[in-house]
């Protein structure tokens, strides 16, 4: 049989190319997908050394580069086992500051390109029993001034997981979400460094923990936070 097959979204850098690197290191081979070519093509490079990996390139905000990049990575694999919707983006700056264009765009990316991306990959994964994994956010439930479109998007994002595991679950696909709090991660041009917060490396394990529960188990939520926050 075949290594499975994963999809991750967002996969070039910080959060995803950590969940990318242990997906490789469990024996998976990895289809990693984002907007810029060239970190794009820089992470592929450095995680080859782990296993296979096909780099896409693919904006997640559109229907159709969603649809061709999950037919991509059948036709690359011959299978999907495992579709990662990681890919996000936080713009954070009061209502009455930011543009529409500032706000569809973190809809269209953090939510609306789950409903694209899992409309395309669920005829593969009814077939592999896989999994569909949301990187969300526990701003999804604890909203805060300033990220009235990334909270809402979130959050969304969640109610979605949460009702698509209701729709699939008894036809063996199984559907999570896991929310970090604080990652140390460049999200919004945020500095990186700050030792109190996840690693990325984190966030790759919960994901990691959920494709290794066996398939009587279905941990639908995981909320991820620092132990110890910056007070």
Same mark, same amino acid.
């Given at each position: 049989?075949?290594?499975?097959?994963?999809?991750?979204?967002?996969?070039?850098?910080?959060?995803?190319?950590?969940? !990318?690197?242990?997906?490789?290191?469990?024996?998976?081979?990895?289809?990693?997908?984002?907007?810029?070519?060239?970190?794009?093509?820089?992470?592929?490079?450095?995680?080859?050394?782990?296993?296979?990996?096909?780099?896409?390139?693919?904006?997640?905000?559109?229907?159709?580069?969603?649809?061709?990049?999950?037919?991509?990575?059948?036709?690359?694999?011959?299978?999907?086992?495992?579709?990662?919707?990681?890919?996000? +983006?936080?713009?954070?700056?009061?209502?009455?500051?930011?543009?529409?264009?500032?706000?569809?765009?973190?809809?269209?990316?953090?939510?609306?390109?789950?409903?694209?991306?899992?409309?395309?990959?669920?005829?593969?994964?009814?077939?592999?029993?896989?999994?569909?994994?949301?990187?969300?956010?526990? !701003?999804?439930?604890?909203?805060?001034?300033?990220?009235?479109?990334?909270? !809402?998007?979130?959050?969304?994002?969640?109610?979605?997981?949460?009702?698509?595991?209701?729709?699939?679950?008894?036809?063996?696909?199984?559907?999570?979400?896991?929310?970090?709090?604080? +990652?140390?991660?460049?999200?919004?041009?945020?500095?990186?460094?700050?030792?109190?917060?996840?690693?990325?490396?984190?966030?790759?394990?919960?994901?990691?923990?959920?494709?290794?529960?066996?398939?009587? !188990?279905?941990?639908?939520?995981?909320?991820?936070?620092?132990?110890?926050?910056?007070?």
């Amino acid at each position: 049989m075949s290594a499975p097959v994963a999809v991750v979204t967002g996969g070039s850098k910080g959060i995803g190319r950590a969940i !990318a690197l242990g997906l490789l290191r469990e024996g998976y081979r990895v289809v990693i997908a984002a907007r810029d070519p060239q970190a794009l093509g820089a992470a592929q490079q450095a995680l080859a050394t782990a296993g296979e990996v096909l780099a896409v390139p693919c904006d997640v905000r559109d229907p159709q580069s969603s649809q061709d990049l999950v037919a991509c990575a059948v036709a690359w694999g011959g299978r999907l086992d495992a579709l990662v919707h990681n890919a996000g +983006v936080g713009i954070f700056k009061p209502v009455a500051e930011m543009t529409v264009e500032e706000f569809t765009e973190q809809l269209h990316t953090n939510l609306f390109a789950a409903f694209y991306l899992t409309r395309a990959a669920l005829p593969h994964l009814l077939q592999s029993q896989g999994w569909v994994i949301h990187v969300a956010s526990l !701003a999804a439930r604890h909203p805060f001034a300033g990220g009235a479109a990334y909270c !809402a998007s979130k959050a969304g994002l969640v109610a979605f997981s949460e009702c698509l595991m209701q729709e699939v679950r008894q036809q063996g696909v199984r559907v999570a979400a896991v929310l970090p709090g604080s +990652v140390d991660t460049t999200l919004a041009g945020n500095p990186t460094g700050a030792s109190w917060k996840l690693a990325p490396e984190d966030v790759a394990q919960a994901v990691l923990g959920l494709l290794r529960f066996p398939p009587r !188990a279905l941990p639908s939520l995981i909320e991820l936070r620092p132990a110890r926050p910056e007070k």
